[in-house]
Structure formats: C-alpha cells, structure tokens
C-alpha cells in the first residue's frame, strides 16, 4: 500500500512538473508533446502493477473500455457545450477499479476525445483536471457508495467536480493570454465561466444518477466473476 502512493504521489508531481514546464518554457507550444507525456505518465501506476501481477489484463480491458465511453460520449453530447458524461464515467470508473484507474480514464478520455474535438494547449489542463476528479472519486469510494445516502454523496461529488474542473480549466485560460499569473484575472474568468460551471455541475449530477446503479452492476459483476484482484484499486 505504501509503495502504491508513493507512485501515485510521484506521478502527480511529474505530470504537474510536466504541465508547468509546458507553460513556462514552450509558451503551450508543445502540447502534443505534453499531452502524450501526461498519457504516458498516467498509466504509470497501471504498468507497475501489471508488473507485479497485481492487475489481470481483463481489468486493463475494462478500463480502456470506460475510456472509450467517456469518450464517444463526450462526442454524442458536442452539441451541448457543457453537458457531458465524462466526469460521470470517469467518477464510476474510480468507484470500481480505485483512484488510479479513475486517473488514467480522465486523462486519457480527456486526449483521445480531442482528436475529435481538436487538440491544443488546453488538453493537458483538461488531463489534469478529469484525472484529478478520478482519483479523489477513487480516495472517497466508501463515503460515496456505502451509505444509504450514496445519492445524496454522489450528487454533491458531482458539483463539487463541476466547479474543481471549472476552476482547473480557468488556470489555463488565465496563463493563454500571456503567460503570467494574475489573480484578478483569475477570479474574473471563474465569474465569466459561471454558467458554463453550472450547467456542467447539474450535467455531472445527472449523468452519475442515471448511469453509476446500471453499470456499476455490471462492471461488479464482472469483477466477481474473473476475480479481480482489488489490493490496488
């Protein structure tokens, strides 16, 4: 267990040192290769564990099938800006498989759905920023869904996401207009983004209400039928 944080904790710091180093010294003109380096750095966690046969290659399946949901779903929903299920799909992926799968399903849904959408120097902030709301559903798996009151948890889980993701997104937006940091710029962008935040927050409750019992049933019933090994999930 040690040994699994500790390799979570130094693949954060790297991704972080990664974007930093993107904005700081390429200005955001590297980012396909910021991007892949983050997507690389995400399955990190899923490489060593692999390597130590704690993860069977059925469970690395399902993973890469939720991130291939979030993704087509992103797209099916491009017609409404802020209405998607991808925070929704990566918070269930979390749920079920821990807070490094919950990472690598909304870094990597975050780059693959872009190649539709169009990649740029945003996607490592939109990389961050589901990832992060995947590992913290992943951390906060016993206090979202053991309780007669998963619903109740859930829903403020998906706000809460909303807004976090926002606010990541408006760090980009603040250091896109010339690369230096400004506060009143900051807090300037969260209140222009406002509505945007909003719809995204009620679309994260929705998704999770109508989505989490249907396949979080099914990816239970997958994980006791092959027996997933749940020591790093």
Same mark, same amino acid.
């Given at each position: 267990?040690?040994?699994? &944080? ?31 380096? @983050? ?26 099938v939720m ?12 017609? @409404? ?7 929704? @799909? ?14 690598l399903t909304g870094s ?13 120097? &945003? ?6 920023? &589901?990832?992060? @709301? ?52 900051? &807090? ?46």
């Open positions: 267990m040690k040994r699994k &944080w500790t390799v979570t904790v130094v693949t954060l710091a790297a991704i972080l040192t990664v974007i930093v180093a993107g904005v700081a010294l390429f200005h955001d003109r590297k980012y396909n290769i910021i991007s892949i380096l @983050i997507a690389l750095l995400s399955c990190v966690p899923f490489f060593l564990a692999y390597e130590k046969k704690q993860m069977k290659t059925t469970e690395m399946i399902l993973v890469a991130v291939a949901l979030s993704s087509v779903g992103r797209i099916i929903f491009a017609p @409404i800006p802020g209405f998607k299920p991808v925070t929704a @799909i990566t918070v269930i992926t979390a749920l079920y498989f821990g807070p490094q799968a919950g990472f990597l849904s975050a780059v693959i759905s872009n190649l539709f959408f169009g990649q740029g120097p &945003w996607t490592p902030f939109q990389m961050f920023g &589901w990832g992060i @709301i995947g590992l913290l559903g992943g951390l906060l798996q016993k206090w979202l869904l053991e309780s007669n009151h998963w619903r109740i948890r859930l829903s403020l889980f998906g706000i809460f996401a909303g807004v976090a993701y926002s606010m990541i997104m408006d760090i980009w937006t603040v250091l896109s207009l010339d690369g230096t940091w400004s506060w009143t710029r900051y &807090w300037t962008s969260i209140g222009l983004a406002l509505p945007f935040t909003l719809e995204y927050a009620v679309s994260n409750v929705i998704f999770l209400m109508v989505l989490t019992k249907p396949i979080g049933t099914k990816l239970q019933r997958v994980k006791k039928k092959y027996g997933l090994d749940e020591s790093y999930s």
